[in-house]
């Protein structure tokens, strides 16, 4: 039972008091924070769906209600509430509504399916499930219903309406206290190995993290941010994200997918000045805005992350869209980059970033654990006041993800720059990048393993023109040999997120290798992509 160990402040207590005394940690909540909001200035709009629009006071009392609603289910504070939502007018309220009742909100995204969140729903020890009913055509409240069928602790599922559930809802009679030093959600890991892991994020450190983000991006009370990408992912949550404009007194318009379409109406119609992008889509607006009929002129700036946006895409987006291009290269475990929007040109285009914060420590490794010189390539490691010290209950993942003093084991290779900016050059872990989705390539490997006609599977990435990386599957199959399409579907009716059904299966007699065993999996996962590479 995971019940009542959600952890205290995660940090040593003297680094602790010094992003205190730096003015990082100001022991502020994210009830707080809207509550601030809303009495400065409460009809201003802070939200807009479709035809919805919520101002801050509005947002205020829907999620109060929710907060009502929540309590009187008999949740208590400190309990996990999955919250599996699309970018609907009804994200902020539900959210914020578990943060004004001391619940811990954890982040699914809407392309999970059955089993990842019985995983995150068993590992968090969740009590309950939001959801919008249907979206897009698919039918959240039934599969929440499968979820919970699995999983008895999972009390309820509660079916959030256009604006956030238990609308019109009394509030609670007292707002339990919430301490600011404490974890405020559990985000989702892209899992490099395995299944996905859960971050622990307090109020203070992740409230520093978008209000110093929101600062970067120039933010005020006339941004407009337009949310492209699933809200739930941490770049469109906070770097700066929604949160961020929020925090600045601008408003979010939710985006309810990034086509080009889509976002480009929202763009004209709304006024929006900022938006977030994964580096495929970015290629993709940048094919269709010379033909656009939409007025792309407010937009000032186009952040691109999750995923190596390339030099030549890099330079043309002021050329092509009309803004100025801002790298951010960040991980839900903390550590956030950005060039900044007055950096030269050269730097923009060449470079991630550099962190956020003067507190941010950057080492970068040889092999061997030694620092390698400015400009040479190594490995990531960080920590800092907005870094987490562990995952969520996983205590061997943590011993190989976090150094003795605390660093974050990044997995990235970079090169450091002068002034400190880093250059992402690829990475030593073995998940694919998949337009900015990070799949754990032993995950699927399980999934693929599963199925009776295969013998044994290796999955790799590929790059991909498109994606990025692509999903292949090398496959040794038993006679009689499957299709491939079976396989998919095989892999898909096993209850997995859409973008972690192989793009693309290859079968083979044999891996013809002298790697065996687990530990050599990445020298063969290397071999069959080179071999596939040299033949194509
Ligand atoms: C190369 N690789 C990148 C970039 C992330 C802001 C932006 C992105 C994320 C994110 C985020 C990259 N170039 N510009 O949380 O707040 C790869 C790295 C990194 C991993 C983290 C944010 N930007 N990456 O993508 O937790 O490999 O966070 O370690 O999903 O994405 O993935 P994730």
Redesign the pocket.
Known sequence: DFSTDIPRQPWPDDFAARYRARGHWRGESFGDVLRARAAEHPDRIAVTAGETNLSYADLLARAESAAGGYLSLGLQPGDRVIVQLPNVAGFLPSVFGLFLAGLIPVYALPAHRRTELIHFARRAGARALVVTGRFEGFDYAALAAEVQAEVPQLRHVIVAGETGPFEGHPPPVTFPKVDPSKVAFLQI??GSTGLSKLIPRTHDDYIYSFRASAEICGLGPDSVYLCALPAA???P???PGVFGTLYAGGRVVMCPNPNPETAFSLIGREGVTIT?VVPPLALLWMEAAPKTRHDLSSLQVLQ??????MPEAAARVRGTLGCTLQ???????GL?NYTRLDDPEEIIVNT?GRPISPDDEVLVLDDAGNPVPDGTPGHLLTRGPYTIRAYHNEPSANARSFTPDGFYR???IVKRLPGGYLS?QG?AGDHI?RA???ISAEEVEDHLLAHPQVYDATVVSIPDPHLGERICAFVIPREPCPRAPEIKAFVRARGIAEFKVPDQIVFVPEFKTTAVGKVSRNVLRAELRARYLAEE
């Open positions: 890991s892209g992912h941490n770049f949550m906070s770097s977030g691109v992350g999750g995923a190596k946006f790298q951010v290269f960040g991980m839900a475990e956030v991630q990044t997995g990235d992402v990475r990048n900015g989705e990070k």
